[in-house]
Structures are given as structure tokens and as C-alpha cells.
């Protein structure tokens, strides 16, 4: 197999703060929490009968055991592609933490700068969902943050240092049932964020005739929806109700308003992980509309005795081995990589650029994923590792950053990255009609979004589907190393930046911030125009 180049010293991230390297093989020890007190405790990772698991006690609520990943091969080649950069912010809010996650918002301890910020606008649903981050009609509150406020937040994202963030999620929630939805799109758009983009059940674009057409005029670029199969069934078990032809239509919106879609599943053992194969196939059919699945496998929250979780436990390794049983696309261990082996792309782009850009320096056990590329017209789909020698092109690009960096001039460097990429295309294995030049600007549109939307799309590149598997850590399962290299944040109305797994799980400082920042739910139904109909909309997450 080959390998990325693995920094073995400890470095410092902008603000000084010293970052160890990770410990790669197993067993190892790292630092976790206890699901019940949070106490920060020592667990121990191993393998135990091809799989990797985790275990760690509290002194005082005693043992806990989880799986980690289903497969220690492929957990271990993932670790072999962290490229370890990451050097956080130069201007944290929170500059002197002493301990993580309790001190959090980013500090300067944290290695990664934002990758995908994310904005909560409401905490009310126009669904309540089993399985959810939401916890449906269990708040007594509503946290619903002003549009000046949603301003503060937005600009304090793009003031990060030295890489501002550039891509933004709403979420919630349901986001698009804040009041000042598409004014809150607009007003990312003017502050020049690149990538707009809502988390979203659909019901809005499929119910209201316009309301895409609204979203994507004020500046929207993608749904991400919530999509945990392609039937009913699945749909009354996750989200308490059948969505599945209000699915279509909320697709077939988008499609008219010039919108992409990320599917976004929630997988759960038993529930819907036998759909992994026809989502994707799905996603595969509308390649018009669709840019990329983002697969979730399920995150507990709360106490869940270990025989429960045991049987709804879903790992990335499951995810990749089912998608290539149900659909024969791709080859479990072929296809995958962690997204940290993009950073030598980044490095090779900022060099190309002759400026810095984004590095998803998380960490390799977050999430696996690949590309493929799909002919337009007949539907067939093919992994970029299928004429592409990507670990070659990963090292190369390593490589070749610093050089290209020397050259005087863009077109220079752009030259030479021509040369460098063509060893690496094999132009006689690619698809129909990919040639080295549409690889190539298909390559930029990925980075480029506009070259990659609109007419540019099918005049100049290849059709690109993202297959991803993210999961999200929770309690039993918790790693701070994990969570100190988390490139997906929150901006919060307290003035800080949030690493998602410490504001969702964990410490989950999403409860402190809505309770610091909402309205009783008496007072919310006292001034909304909504009426008394707004108490079964009201969840927390």
C-alpha cells in the first residue's frame, strides 16, 4: 500500500500551542470522556477480531466498550494518508484554553481552520424525527437568533485568520422556516462566502411552487437533504412519517431552479442500511442535480445500554463494504481514502494560486470517501481510482508544492502542474469522452464553483458524484484527538466558533448556547404569528 508522508515531530499551531503527532497502529491509548460525567479519561484501542474497538473506565460509573471501526484494515490505511499540517487559527477567540473540549470556541490549541461552517437559525422543525440530532417537543424554548445576529456570526467566520471560511451551511432545525431565510442566503452571498448551502428536510421546495426558485435567485448553490432511503417504510421508522414522494418532488425543484443536492442519510443497523446501495444509484440517476451523498452513520445521544447500541452501531467500514455488496461500483478497499489526503492538494493549489486555501486537516478516522465520475447519458459511474493513480498524484502533489511555489510567474506554475498531473491520467481506461483537458478543468470546477455550476458544468466538465461516509463521535466513542482537528464548526451567537462534536456530543455546547440565547416557548407562541400551532414545531437538538 502506499503512503502519504506522515509528520512524526510535534509542531505548534499559529498561536504557539504545542500539537503532538498521532500515535498510528494499535493498540494505543487516547483521551476520551465518560458517557455519563464527561470527566476526561483514558481509553484504550485495539483490535479484536478484525475490528477495532474501544474501551475506557470511569472511576466512578465503572466500564464502557464500543466498536469503532468494523474493519481494521481499512482503519489503518486510513491513517496512512493523514497529512498532518493543520496549524488552527491566528486569531482564536478563546487564546488562553487550558483544558479541551470545557474551554472551547475555537481555541489555540485547535489544529484545523473552518472547512464547512455551519449556522443553526431556529431550533423549531416542521417535522419531529426519531432519528435525529433534533429531540423533538423536549425543549420548553425557542432559539431563533435575529438576522443582526445571524450578521455577527457570518462575519465572524469570514474574519477567521489566515483562511477565512468560505463555505456556509444553515441548519437547525428546519432552517427554512426561520423568518428571514432567504435574507439570511442574501447576506452570506454579499459577504462573499463562495458556497452557500442549506440543511434541509425538502418540504418547503416541495410544497411552495417558488421557493427554490426564491433561494437560488438570493444565492443558494446546494440542498443538503436529509435522505434516508428511497421508501416509505424506511421513512416512517426515521422520521416518524411517509416523505418519500415529497422526496421527488423537493429533487425535481431543485432541478428546475438550478439547484445541486447532497443526499444526506442517516444510517442505522437494522433501520435502513439495506438502502445505502439504492440511494446511491439514485443519486447516480439524477447526476443532473446531484453533486455528492454524504452517508451518517448513526450518532447516540443520551444513555443507551451497550447490547442497544451494539445492534444499531454503524461504522464507516460498514457503510464502504455495503455499498460495494449492494451496487458493485466500488471495491472496499480500492476506492476509499480519509479526507486529509486532500491536504496535499491544497498545498499543491495554494502553491498553484500563489495564495493559502483551505485544508481539511481533520482527522483520518472521521470519514472515508471518493469520487465518481458518471457518463451523463448512459448513467455508468466509475471511481477516479479507476484511471487515475491517485496515491501517486497525492505524492506528487506533496512534492511538487514547494517547487511550483518558486516559479515566477501563474502561468509558469501552471504549466508545470499540467505536466506533473498527465503522468497519473490514463486516458485509456478513462470514461467515454474524459480527456486529460476536461479532467483537468473537472479538477478546477470541483475547486472553482464557477466553473463547476450552470452551462460550465456540461460545457466543460465531467459529470463528478462525492460518495462520503461521515461519522460524527458521541459519548461512547468520543476522541479528543478527533476533536481537536475538527474542520466543521458552528459560529455561535456568543461570539465563538464551535467544533461540531463538541457541540453536538460530548460537552454538547449547543444546550448552553440555545438556553443562553431563546425565548420560553409561552412567549415565542405569545408574539409569533404562527399561533398556538408552533408547540408541536418546537425541538431540541
Known amino acids: 500500500m502506499g503512503r502519504g508522508t506522515v509528520r512524526k515531530e510535534a509542531w505548534r499551531t499559529y498561536c504557539g500551542a504545542p500539537v503532538a ?4 497502529g494499535l493498540p494505543k491509548l487516547v483521551e476520551s470522556i465518560c458517557p455519563e460525567c464527561h470527566r476526561i479519561i483514558p481509553a484504550r484501542l485495539f483490535e479484536q477480531e478484525g475490528r477495532v474497538m474501544m474501551e475506557k473506565r470511569c472511576s466512578e460509573h465503572g466500564d464502557f466498550r464500543d466498536i469503532v471501526w468494523s474493519d481494521v484494515r481499512l482503519y489503518l490505511k486510513a491513517e496512512q494518508w493523514a497529512y498532518e499540517e493543520g496549524r488552527g487559527v491566528s486569531n482564536p477567540a478563546v487564546p488562553d484554553a487550558v483544558l479541551c473540549p470545557q474551554d472551547c470556541g475555537l481555541c489555540q490549541m485547535h489544529v484545523s481552520h473552518t472547512g464547512l461552517a455551519n449556522i443553526d437559525l431556529t431550533n423549531r422543525c416542521n417535522l419531529t424525527c426519531p ?6 417537543n423536549a425543549a420548553g424554548y425557542v432559539y431563533e437568533p435575529s438576522l443582526e445576529q445571524v450578521s455577527r456570526m457570518l462575519r465572524q467566520l469570514r474574519e477567521m485568520r489566515p483562511v477565512a471560511a468560505r463555505v456556509i451551511q444553515f441548519s437547525g432545525g428546519e432552517p427554512t422556516i426561520y423568518p428571514h431565510f432567504i435574507e439570511a442566503v442574501r447576506m452570506a ?3 462573499g462566502f463562495s458556497h452557500i448551502q442549506v ?16 433561494c437560488a435567485e438570493a444565492g443558494l448553490h446546494t440542498l443538503y437533504l436529509q435522505f434516508d432511503g428511497v421508501s416509505d417504510e424506511v421513512y416512517r421508522r426515521t422520521r416518524g412519517r411517509p416523505l418519500w414522494e ?13 439547484l445541486k443536492i447532497v443526499f444526506v442519510p442517516t444510517v ?14 439514485f443519486a447516480i440517476e439524477n447526476i443532473d442535480v446531484a453533486s455528492g451523498i454524504t452517508y451518517q452513520p448513526v450518532t447516540f445521544t443520551g444513555r443507551i445500554a451497550q447490547k442497544k447500541r451494539e445492534q444499531m452501531r454503524y461504522t464507516l467500514t460498514d457503510l464502504v463494504k455495503d455499498l460495494a455488496e449492494q451496487t458493485g461500483i466500488v471495491d472496499t478497499y480500492h476506492d476509499w481514502y480519509p479526507t486529509p489526503c486532500t491536504v496535499s492538494f491544497s498545498q499543491f493549489l495554494s502553491a498553484l494560486q500563489g495564495e493559502e486555501t483551505i485544508a481539511l486537516t481533520c482527522h483520518p478516522h472521521c470519514s472515508l470517501a471518493t469520487y465518481l465520475f458518471v457518463d451523463a447519458q448512459t448513467k455508468t459511474a466509475i471511481p477516479v481510482t479507476r484511471f487515475v493513480d491517485v496515491e501517486g498524484m497525492l505524492r506528487a502533489f506533496r512534492e511538487w508544492a514547494p517547487r511550483l511555489g518558486r516559479l515566477p510567474s501563474k502561468t509558469l506554475r501552471a504549466l508545470a502542474a499540467c505536466a506533473v498531473l498527465r503522468r497519473f491520467f490514463r486516458p485509456e481506461v478513462a470514461p467515454p469522452g474524459l480527456t486529460y483537458v476536461k479532467f483537468l478543468r473537472t479538477l478546477e470546477g470541483l475547486v472553482d464553483k464557477r466553473i463547476g455550476r450552470g452551462e460550465n458544468e456540461e460545457r466543460l466538465t465531467y459529470r463528478t458524484l462525492m460518495v462520503a461516509g461521515m461519522h460524527f463521535m458521541d459519548a461512547y466513542n468520543y476522541q479528543l484527538d478527533r476533536v481537536m482537528r475538527c474542520v466543521i464548526h458552528y459560529s455561535a451567537p456568543d461570539g465563538r466558533i464551535y467544533p461540531f462534536c463538541t457541540y453536538n456530543s460530548g460537552i454538547t455546547f449547543r444546550e448552553r448556547i440555545e438556553q443562553s440565547f431563546s425565548i420560553p416557548l409561552e412567549a415565542y407562541r405569545a ?12 425541538v431540541k437538538v
Do not use: W, Y
Open 199 to 214: 440543511a434541509t428536510n425538502g418540504l418547503r421546495f416541495a410544497t411552495e411552487p417558488d421557493f427554490a426558485e426564491r
Open 131 to 136: 432519528v435525529c440530532f433534533a429531540n423533538a
Open 189 to 191: 452571498r454579499e459577504l
Open 246 to 258: 415529497l422526496k421527488q418532488r423537493a429533487v425535481e425543484a431543485a432541478r428546475r431552479a438550478g
Open 268 to 281: 442505522v443497523r437494522g433501520v435502513n442500511d439495506h438502502e445505502v446501495g439504492r440511494i446511491l444509484r
Open 21 to 24: 503527532p498521532l500515535s498510528k
Open 527 to 538: 408574539s409569533s404569528e404562527e399561533g398556538p400551532m408552533t408547540t408541536r414545531t418546537i
